[in-house]
C-alpha cells in the first residue's frame, strides 16, 4: 500500500489537493484508494488510482437519482482489490455539470464533475452570435465553474482594431468573465490559456467547429487519441487499452473532455443565467415591483436602461430569451411549475386581450 505522501505525489496531477485528502480520511481508514474517475461505461467505470487506472464496478454507487451517478471527475473510494472491485462511495461534488432535458430534480443527467474552468470556445471564423455564447456562459456559471470565453482562430481576423472591437463585444455579454483570443495555428494567446486551465481542471464547451478538439491538442502538446489509448495496468496486472476522458495536462491542470458534455443541448440554468445578465439583476434591483418583467411596468429600472442606452437591447431581448427558455425546460417535468407558468400566461394572455379591446374601443 502506498503512503500518504507517495498518494499525494501520484495524483496531484490529477486534481488531488489536501482539502480531497482531508476528506478522504475516512475511506483511508477501511483501507480503501482514492482515486479519479476517468470514465464511466456501462456500470464500470476506470479510476486513475496512485497505483495506476483500475477497472471498478459502480453497482453500490448507482442509486435510482441519475445525479447520484459516478462520473468522470469524481473522486471516488474504490476496493483495493476483489472480482469484482467496487467502488464504495465518492467525496462530495464541487462543481458539477448537469444536462436536464427536463428538471434537475427528475431526470437530469451529470456529465462531469469537479470542473473549475469551463472554457467556452467561439470561433472568430463565423460572425459572432452573442446570444449563442451567452447560453454556453449560463450552463458555465450553473454548473458552479469559472467560465472562461476563448475568441478561437484569431488569425482569421488580421486586423487588431477589428479583433479589439469583437473583444468587447463579447466581453459586454460575459461580466465577469476573462476573455482570450488564440490562434492555435499560429500559437499565439496559448501561453494565457495553459497558465489559466494550469490550475484545476477544465473543460472544453462550445459549437461544433469552434475548434476545441484543436485546443485540447494544443494544451495536451500531442495528439489526444494517443494519450487517450494510453495503456494502462489493470488490478491484475494485465495491459488493457482504455480511452480516457480526464487527461492531465503537461503544463499542469486537467481536462475532462466527454462526448456529452461537448454536445450541449438544453439545460436547467436558471443561476447560470442570472450571472451572465448580472447587470440586468443588478438593474432590477432598482425596479419598483419586485416581480417586475422589465416589460413595461411602470418604474422598471432595466428598461430605463435601454432607453438611455446604458443597456442595449440586444442584451435584454436575449435575457428574455433565456429565462423563458429556462422556464419552459423547468417547466416539461415540473408539474407545479408548469402549472404556475399556465397560470401565468393566462394571466398575461387575458391582460393582453384587456389591453388590446382597450386599444380597439379607444380607436374607435
Ligand atoms: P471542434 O469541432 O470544436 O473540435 O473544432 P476543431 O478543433 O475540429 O476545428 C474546426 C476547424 O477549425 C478545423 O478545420 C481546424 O483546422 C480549424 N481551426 C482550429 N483552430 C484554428 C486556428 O487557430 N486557426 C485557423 N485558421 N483554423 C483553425
Ligand atoms: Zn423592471
Redesign the pocket.
Known amino acids: 500500500m502506498s503512503s500518504t505522501s507517495e498518494v499525494f505525489a501520484a495524483l496531484a496531477p490529477y486534481g488531488w489537493d489536501q482539502a480531497w485528502a482531508d476528506q478522504f480520511t475516512p475511506h483511508a481508514a477501511e483501507g480503501l484508494l482514492p482515486g479519479r474517475v476517468v470514465r464511466v461505461d456501462r456500470g464500470q467505470c476506470d479510476v486513475i488510482t496512485a497505483g495506476g487506472v483500475l477497472r471498478a464496478d459502480t453497482a453500490f454507487v448507482t442509486p435510482h437519482d441519475p445525479l447520484r451517478v459516478v462520473c468522470t471527475g469524481d473522486w471516488v473510494a474504490v476496493e483495493p482489490g476483489g472480482n469484482p472491485r467496487y467502488v464504495r462511495s465518492y467525496l462530495p461534488r464541487r462543481t458539477a455539470f448537469v444536462r436536464s432535458t427536463s428538471s434537475k430534480r427528475s431526470e437530469g443527467q451529470i456529465l462531469a464533475a469537479n470542473v473549475d474552468h469551463a472554457v467556452v ?1 467561439v ?1 472568430l ?1 463565423v460572425e459572432l452570435d452573442l446570444g449563442r455564447v451567452e447560453r454556453f456562459l449560463a450552463l458555465a456559471w450553473e454548473s458552479g465553474a469559472q467560465p472562461v470565453v476563448v475568441l ?5 481576423v488580421p486586423d487588431p482594431e477589428t479583433l479589439a472591437h469583437l473583444v468587447r463585444d463579447v466581453e459586454t455579454a460575459a461580466p465577469g468573465v476573462p476573455v482570450l483570443t ?5 500559437g499565439e494567446g496559448l501561453d494565457t490559456l495553459v497558465a489559466l486551465v494550469g490550475a484545476g481542471t477544465s473543460v ?1 464547451l ?12 494544443a494544451l495536451l502538446g500531442e495528439d489526444v487519441m494517443d494519450v487517450r489509448a494510453a495503456r494502462d495496468v489493470d488490478g491484475k496486472g494485465r495491459h488493457t487499452t482504455t480511452t480516457r476522458n480526464l487527461l492531465a495536462l503537461p503544463g499542469g491542470g486537467v481536462l475532462i473532455d466527454t462526448p456529452g458534455l ?1 454536445g450541449v443541448g438544453l439545460w436547467d440554468a436558471e443561476t447560470g443565467v442570472g450571472q451572465v445578465f448580472a447587470e440586468i439583476e443588478e438593474l432590477a434591483q432598482e425596479c419598483r415591483f419586485h416581480d417586475c418583467a422589465h416589460d413595461s411596468e411602470p418604474g422598471c429600472a432595466v428598461t430605463a436602461a435601454v432607453e438611455t442606452g446604458r443597456l442595449p437591447v440586444r442584451r435584454l431581448e436575449s435575457y428574455r430569451k433565456l429565462v423563458r427558455e429556462n422556464q419552459w425546460i423547468v417547466a416539461k417535468t415540473d408539474a407545479r411549475a408548469r402549472a404556475e407558468l399556465r397560470r401565468d400566461w393566462k394571466r398575461k394572455g387575458a391582460e393582453g386581450r384587456a389591453a388590446m379591446q382597450a386599444k380597439r374601443g379607444h380607436l374607435r
Not at 478561437?152 to 482569421?156: E, P, R
Not at 488564440?182 to 499560429?186: E, Y
Not at 462550445?206 to 491538442?217: D, I, R
Request: proline letters at 0%; zero cysteines; glycine letters at 12%.
Open positions: 470556445a470561433s471564423a478561437s482562430k484569431a488569425d482569421l488564440v490562434s492555435a495555428l499560429r472544453l462550445g459549437q461544433s467547429g469552434a475548434g476545441k478538439s484543436t485546443l485540447a491538442n461537448r
